[in-house]
């Protein structure tokens, strides 16, 4: 008997998930039939494809040598399908996305619904990261990236921009005064980012020029918790409007320095690697995606 194509993506997905439970989670298959399928499959080729433990599976030699020939049948026969798909007009297929957690939350999620309704086809894999990830490493189709990109080998779509403000909570205000000159900042509580220092350059004209490096007294590595921290009463801090639409509307955020702050735009990219068989799905991503931000950069 013949290796499945059920089989050979029951193998990719452990791979990828790292254990049996893990994909079968992913596959929406019970522990048993992904083990099954599994142990079929190494019957069929008479050999061990994954060497087992008490803590992981490993690929054997001949499970990455057939593993690297069962990625390529399947990726044909995924772009076979999207092929088909396209003349229907109608792209299908997984799409995997990665942004900065504040992104996520603040920006995508808001605009999953209306994107799964216009390409009901196309199933989405949404990761988040702080980081800076490798593509091909993370198994990633697109990554949103925001401020000044420094990868030549990705090709890069601009999607716009959102803009810079000094904000703080009105119980932050309340309890330590607003501050009308950066001088003054010396004598507040700033929150900063961990990395990069560049983040931590604030968008303020004052004595010393334009850019304002902060000395943080509370620093954290994501905006997200920064924002949090803001919204907490900890401290004055500086974030990209995407993040704070809602919270300025409210006015549980609130701009300070506003005469003195140097209109300064966080830049958003769209980067991946040139690939005929994800094309379709990439770009209707990325034209609903800029379609919605240009709404939200005139809110």
Avoid at 35 to 54: C, F, V
Wanted: net charge neutral.
């Amino acid at each position: 008997m013949k290796s499945t194509l059920d089989e050979l993506a029951v193998l990719a997905a452990i791979v990828d998930a790292g254990s049996i439970s893990a994909a079968a989670e992913q596959l929406g298959q019970a522990v048993s039939a992904v083990s099954r399928a599994l142990s079929r499959l190494e019957q069929k080729l008479g050999t061990t494809l994954m060497r087992r433990s008490t803590r992981r599976l490993e690929l054997t030699e001949e499970g990455q040598f057939f593993l690297a020939r069962a990625r390529k049948v399947l990726a044909s026969v995924e772009e076979a399908e999207e092929q088909l798909a396209l003349r229907r007009d109608q792209p299908a297929g997984r799409l995997r996305i990665n942004a900065a957690s504040p992104f996520m939350l603040h920006v995508l999620v808001p605009l999953i619904g209306g994107f799964r309704e216009r390409f009901p086809q196309i199933e989405l894999e949404l990761n988040s990261s702080d980081q800076i990830i490798d593509l091909l490493e993370q198994r990633t189709d697109v990554a949103l990236r925001i401020g000044t990109l420094a990868d030549s080998s990705l090709h890069a779509r601009p999607l716009g921009s959102f803009r810079l403000r000094v904000l703080a909570s009105p119980a932050y205000l309340a309890a330590h005064g607003r501050p009308t000159k950066v001088e003054q900042l010396s004598g507040h509580w700033l929150l900063g980012f961990t990395a990069p220092e560049s983040l931590n350059t604030w968008p303020l004209r004052w004595s010393g020029g334009e850019g304002y490096l902060i000395n943080a007294t509370l620093s954290a590595s994501s905006g997200e918790t920064l924002r949090q921290l803001a919204l907490a009463g900890q401290g004055l801090v500086t974030l990209s409007d995407f993040m704070t639409t809602q919270d300025r509307a409210d006015g549980t955020l609130v701009q300070v320095l506003a005469p003195h702050t140097v209109d300064t735009r966080q830049p958003v990219h769209a980067v991946y690697y040139r690939n005929t068989a994800l094309a379709s799905r990439i770009s209707c991503f990325l034209d609903y995606l800029a379609e919605r931000m240009a709404v939200l950069q005139g809110a």
